[in-house]
Each structure stands twice: as structure tokens, then as C-alpha cells.
Nanobody
Framework: QLQLVESGGGLVQPGGSLRLSCVAS????????IGWFRQVPGEEREGVSC??????????NYADSVKGRFIISRDNAKNTVYLDMNSLKPEDTAVYYC??????????????????????WGQGTQVIVSS
């Protein structure tokens, strides 16, 4: 079973930055497109950003709500995907999850498709943006 572990969340003031990390456990992360999702209690999980495999050019895609502020990247040697979040807003407050996707095509121009997740959902990492 594919498992990933998220870390790096915390409390940050509006306008601040955080770096989230997503580490693969027991499999080679570089073989998969990876997506970041977020969820607020009582709401549906939202696709935030995704990155395709290096064989597909490592293309990155973002939801409109984070475009220009978040940057996704991968370090295959460390089996890790990162999400650099800048100019954070209170509405970015959520639990953030990463997941492996079924095929690079499910890292769509509007972000990752939650229906295409093939890894187990982890605990996530809490991000709180507040003054």
C-alpha cells in the first residue's frame, strides 16, 4: 500500500510562508505524479497543486486559489515532494495532505483530481494562518 507522510505545518501570520514536506514510505515517489490537497472541517477536500513525474517533464499545476503563491517541487533522491506556501492568507487554513495519483494525466491544469488518488490518506499536517 502506498503511504506518504506530511509535515511542516504550523501557525503563521497572514503574509507569511511555510514549507510542507511529503515523504514516501516503502515505494519510489519518483514513479508517481503527486498531489497536495487540503481540507477544512465540514468541507470537501480540495486539490491544491500537483507535480508530474520527471519522465513527463515534471510539469506543475495549481488551483486558481493558490496560483502565484504556492510552489510545488520534488527531490526524487530524497523521495520527497515539497509545497512552498507564500503570501499565506487566513483562507489557506486547513489540514494539508499529499497523495500519489493514478497517472500523470490526473495532475490536471486545475490541480490534482481527488478521485485519482491511489495512496492511503495520511494524518495530514495542520496549517493555521492567523494574526
Amino acid at each position: 500500500q502506498l503511504q506518504l507522510v506530511e509535515s511542516g505545518g504550523g501557525l503563521v501570520q497572514p503574509g507569511g510562508s511555510l514549507r510542507l514536506s511529503c515523504v514516501a514510505s516503502g515505494f519510489t515517489l519518483g514513479y508517481y505524479a503527486i498531489g497536495w490537497f487540503r481540507q477544512v472541517p465540514g468541507e470537501e477536500r480540495e486539490g491544491v497543486s500537483c507535480i508530474r513525474t520527471s519522465s513527463w517533464g515534471g510539469n506543475t499545476n495549481y488551483a486558481d486559489s493558490v496560483k502565484g503563491r504556492f510552489i510545488i517541487s520534488r527531490d526524487n533522491a530524497k523521495n520527497t515532494v515539497y509545497l512552498d506556501m507564500n503570501s499565506l492568507k487566513p483562507e489557506d487554513t486547513a489540514v494539508y495532505y499529499c497523495a500519489a495519483l493514478q497517472g500523470n494525466g490526473n495532475c490536471s491544469p486545475s490541480g490534482p483530481k481527488s478521485g485519482a488518488v491511489i495512496s492511503s490518506w495520511g494524518q495530514g499536517t495542520q496549517v493555521i494562518v492567523s494574526s
